[in-house]
């Protein structure tokens, strides 16, 4: 089947196949398909919902809603809210809390955290959670719903890191986490010798929690305890690949996952993306290092659209 798509940077229209051989495919909702929205809808404004007083709270619920319709296809679609809710249904098996990952998790796919910041090159807070090169159900932080809406053990996580000044989004980067942070190990160390080294000092009582510790009856009388928790952040990509990027004028749309998580996706997503023919656009093979070991390189998919 035919599908003209209007291409919104050169004004043109070209025509997307859908190839023979991928006829038979059943849809999966998944990153790809997402980011193919994305850039075919690529003068998206966010609005903040008016869900709390703080502003910045707002914006990040926005760009969680903006990343949800973008995986469920909905950018640009005048839905009633109910109408979306049964989208959504069909798109994903757990849409999250605040408190902990993910945001959510795909059906049968990949779990989304996202990220809001304001300035395009911002570090980000992860707040009491370690970086994450994937989701494990696991893990003590991931939130119980998730754990529960699937029978899961371990799955890709992607980062949805949005710079958001006003309402405007500047720059977008989908970045899986195996690209992005270290193993789970290297971050339960640091944890696990932290809460070692307060568990030893004398006469304290300490509780281990889902954080590094609680240490209660810190004084004499007994009514003083103390919350150990850590605040992690982690480098922007735009920092860490700025070879990669770069600053134009407008907008920046960015997807970045390792070439074997590329290779299994759908071969007609992959076509799609590959038949995109835009100045402002550019699929390419990259090498990025190993975030385990940077001596090593590796082969990832970098895919940008730039305005």
Same mark, same amino acid.
């Given at each position: ?15 997307? #196949? +859908? ?20 850039? @075919? ?8 919902? +008016? ?19 973008? %995986? ?20 994903? $098996? /757990?849409?999250?809390? $605040? ?25 980000? *807070?992860?707040? $009491?959670?370690?970086? +994450?090169?994937?989701? %494990? ?5 991931? *939130?119980?719903?998730?754990?529960? *809406?699937?029978? /899961?053990?371990? +799955? ?16 977008? /980067? ?18 696990? *010798? ?9 006469? #304290? ?14 004084? &004499? ?10 605040? /992690? ?15 134009? &004028? ?11 998580? %590329? ?15 835009? &100045? ?13 070991? &940077?001596?090593?390189? #590796? ?6 659209? @730039?305005?």
């Amino acid at each position: 089947m035919r599908k003209l798509l209007t291409n919104l940077r050169g004004g043109r229209e070209t025509e997307n #196949i +859908k190839p023979d051989n991928a006829s038979h495919e059943v849809v999966s909702y998944n990153t790809l398909r997402a980011f193919r929205h994305i850039i @075919e809808n690529p003068n998206a404004t966010i609005n903040p919902a +008016k869900i709390s007083s703080n502003r910045i709270n707002n914006v990040g619920d926005a760009l969680e809603g903006f990343i949800k319709d973008a %995986y469920a296809e909905l950018l640009d679609t005048h839905l009633s809210d109910y109408e979306k809710d049964v989208v959504y249904s069909r798109v994903f $098996s /757990w849409l999250g809390n $605040s408190g902990n990952p993910p945001d959510s998790m795909l059906r049968g796919g990949d779990g989304i955290e996202v990220k809001k910041i304001q300035s395009i090159s911002s570090a980000i *807070a992860l707040n $009491s959670s370690s970086p +994450k090169n994937r989701l %494990y159900a696991s893990d003590t932080r991931v *939130a119980t719903g998730a754990k529960t *809406a699937e029978n /899961w053990i371990e +799955k890709d996580i992607v980062y949805a890191i949005g710079s958001v000044p006003g309402q405007d989004l500047k720059r977008l /980067w989908l970045i899986y986490g195996d690209c992005y942070a270290a193993s789970k190990e290297v971050y339960d160390r640091l944890s696990n *010798a932290i809460a070692t080294g307060v568990r030893q000092l004398p006469d #304290i009582q300490f509780q281990k929690t889902n954080e590094l510790g609680r240490v209660n009856k810190v004084d &004499p009388l007994g009514i003083t305890n103390l919350r150990v928790r850590g605040m /992690w952040h982690i480098d922007n990509p735009s920092r860490v690949y700025v070879h990669l990027v770069s600053n134009s &004028p407008n907008r920046q749309y960015y997807l970045l996952m390792r070439e074997e998580k %590329y290779q299994n996706f759908p071969l007609g997503d992959r076509l799609a993306l590959e038949r995109i023919q835009s &100045p402002h656009y550019d699929n390419s093979l990259v090498e990025i290092r190993n975030p385990d070991n &940077p001596a090593q390189l #590796i082969k990832a998919r970098f895919i940008k659209y @730039e305005i």
